[in-house]
């Protein structure tokens, strides 16, 4: 039952027992729908495309748990590998098998020649800086605007007053001298790079990007931007640490890497790993060269170490997640998901609504501003009450987006005809609110 026929009483009653135990109801700040309004859906269960909710509504799911569940939720495979694992144990704070195979199936499909599993994509991005500043004996780290590497410190930080200004804390909670080694530039922006370069090059010990920026809605490096950055650090000494915890398995078999670093023949010093290679549970990693990553502990002098690291479920659930994912999944994911673009530059049009949708592999978001969208400046125009109203109208009818006009959107396999006709048969109405949350600003 949609939520348009339904109310969502169970879910109100939640988020109030939630907000009198939890900051904000909620354990990651996104679900609390404070960007765009209203009760978060408190979702019981998910089998395939479909989410249901407390209230036993329905909905196609276009976040796929933030990328995660290429497959679709409660694949049968994944979930009887998972089963046998946890038949066997939960955790046993030593080495395993489905670790030793899924580090090699990372090995196999990307340039890392070596690999050291986490369980986050937080973890992953503060170990490899740690690592880039071990290696290099250099602290300063370069980052972009609108780029997001988990909640490290040093890496949660603002634009000062010029390109090459060090940065400061971009929250409470951070020292400024947790940020006053970070650097902040523009994204798609070579000049910025090679001025920050030419005035800090000595000093900077890696340069870290998202591989295509997804969290600032999708912004896809610009033709050969990658390849620009990895040589610009090589020739400085420094290292290109590059973020694929979302991108990873997910924008391409190979990841983003598989669409622009493949094609033009350079490779990432280091790579950051998440979502998918956990199957949709919190795993993630770090990997690149086999002398950089030989600097680890214990073989090198540069410790990390956690204790669940390596977790024999979820590297269970992520090889069986990437050895299923086939060609055929890609294409699959990438018919529906032009299928659905197509549809929503219809809507948008008809309904006279300024948008750009931009794509890197599978994944797409859409932008209520004229585009193109080439930096997080360009990506602050989309209008937020725009994109509240059309968030809305696509939840009644059934269609559950990403509580933000800041996210990519995600598909999975699961995603069949009957699913992609209840998000083409929503988007007319979610365009004619949005249109007219534009009137009305």
Known sequence: MSAATRPTPDSEALFARAREVTPGGVNSPVRAFNAVGGTPRFIRSAAGAWLTDVDGNEYVDLICSWGPMLLGHAHPEVQAAVQAAVARG??????????????????????????RFVSSGTEATMSA???????TGRDVVVKFAGCYHGHVDALLASAGSGLATFAVPGTPGVPASSTELTLVLPYNDRSAVEKVFAEHGDRIACLITEAAPGNMGVVPPEPGFNRFLAETCARHGALFVSDEVMTGFRASKQ?????????????????????????????????????????????????????????????????????????????????????????????LAAAGVPHVIQASGTMFSV???????????????????????????????????????????????????????????????????????????
């Not at 800086?129 to 290696?135: M, N, T």
């Not at 585009?371 to 059309?390: C, E, I, K, N, Q």
């Not at 996210?407 to 365009?431: G, I, K, M, Y």
Request: net charge negative; hydrophobic share 45%; glycine share 10%.
């Open 367 to 441: 932008f209520l501003t004229e585009g193109p969208v080439r930096d997080f400046a360009d990506a602050s125009r989309t209008s937020s009450p725009a994109y509240a109203a059309f968030f809305h109208a696509m939840l009644d009818a059934g269609v559950y987006l990403p509580p933000s006009a800041y996210e990519a959107w995600f598909l999975s396999a699961a995603h069949d005809d009957r699913a992609v006709q209840t998000v083409l048969d929503a988007l007319p109405a979610a365009a004619r609110a949005a249109a007219s949350a534009l009137e009305s600003a």
């Open 129 to 135: 800086i740690r690592l880039a500043r071990g290696v």
């Open 255 to 347: 990841g983003q890497w598989g669409l622009d670093g493949a094609v033009e023949g350079w490779r990432p010093d280091l790579v950051t790993f998440g979502k998918v290679m956990g199957g949709g549970f919190p795993a993630a990693a770090f990997g690149g060269r086999a002398d950089v990553m030989g600097r680890l502990a214990p073989d090198g002098p540069v410790y990390q170490a956690g204790t669940l690291s390596g977790n024999p479920i979820a590297t269970t659930a992520g090889l069986t997640t990437l050895r299923l994912a086939t060609d055929e999944v890609y294409a699959h994911i990438g018919a529906a998901g032009e299928t659905i673009k197509a549809a929503a530059t219809e809507a």
């Open 90 to 115: 939960t955790s046993y704070g030593t080495p395993t098998e489905p670790e030793v195979e899924l580090a090699e199936e990372i090995v196999a499909r990307t340039p890392v020649e070596r690999v």
